[in-house]
């Protein structure tokens, strides 16, 4: 009896008889995700900076520059009227000076991009410094006018603001840099005398032989006007290295931060004081 072939044919050798990846233990959403890996590895990484954040291109950065420039100009111009007059005058008188010299040479239109790129700096350094007055005129006279100055200041300054003050809003801030600690007072100068002689004790216990500097802010003798108090204080002698303020740093920071005045006697509606309250009305 004749023996019938088999109908089903043999599965080829080699990769062709394999099955589909996902019959090897792989499920679509893994394959997927593989694909997905494959298209960011492909393409260029996303630039990032030193804070790990993505870095801002060259000209959004430009666009935001001039966004801000232009909401400080509106804001200046609302407060100060001469400002667009001003400007325009400081433009005018740079770039004619600059035209006048270039046709004393015979080349006018030689000197002309000089002139108004000259004029433009002009109007932009006038800008500034009514912008900066503006500032200053309005956050005169109030709580924490001192600290928003010394915050703004370049350089390596740690400013801590507020560790010491009354419940007046009378306040000392603390800065650390080359010159040494400088203690800056604002407030009534009776009231934050006796804060600047607390503090400074407090703090010579931890900074052992380093100059402390003591400011107070105000307009009457012996004291440092709020719009001179960056240029003061940036004045300072240079009296410690880079590496000594963050030694100083460090034991600084184990005096603590912000300390919150705490008026004292009962607290209001009979409530009794927290552990929390407790410790700050110690301190």
Request: aromatic share 4%.
């Amino acid at each position: 009896m004749a023996r019938s072939k088999p109908t089903d044919s043999p599965a080829p050798a080699g990769n062709a008889g394999r099955g589909p990846a996902a019959g090897r233990g792989r499920s679509p959403g893994a394959a997927a995700g593989a694909t997905a890996v494959g298209k960011t590895t492909a393409g260029k990484p996303a630039r990032t900076g030193k804070d790990g954040q993505p870095k801002v291109g060259r000209l959004k950065k430009i666009g935001n520059q001039a966004r801000l420039i232009k909401q400080a100009y509106t804001l200046t111009s609302k407060n100060d009227p001469k400002l667009p007059w001003l400007m325009l005058i400081a433009f005018v008188v740079v770039a004619g000076l600059v035209e006048l010299v270039a046709i004393l040479f015979d080349a006018p239109f030689l000197f002309l991009p000089i002139a108004i790129v000259l004029g433009l700096l002009a109007a932009m350094i006038v800008f500034g410094r009514r912008a900066q007055g503006s500032a200053y005129r309005q956050v005169e006279g109030q709580p924490g006018a001192a600290a928003w100055v010394l915050e703004g200041m370049r350089g390596d300054w740690r400013v801590s603001a507020g560790v010491a003050g009354t419940a007046q809003l009378d306040s000392v801030h603390r800065v650390l840099g080359r010159p040494g600690v400088i203690l800056v007072a604002e407030g009534s100068p009776a009231r934050v005398r006796g804060l600047l002689a607390q503090e400074k004790k407090r703090i010579a216990r931890v900074v052992g032989d380093t100059p402390i500097y003591d400011v107070v802010v105000g307009d009457e003798e012996g004291q440092v006007p709020l719009r001179k108090l960056s240029t003061h204080v940036m004045k300072l002698p240079r009296n410690l290295s880079a590496a000594e303020v963050n030694t100083l740093g460090r034991r600084l920071a184990a005096l603590g931060g912000p300390r919150p005045p705490i008026p004292g006697g009962p607290m209001p509606g009979g409530k009794q004081m927290t552990v929390s309250q407790r410790q700050v009305r110690r301190r």
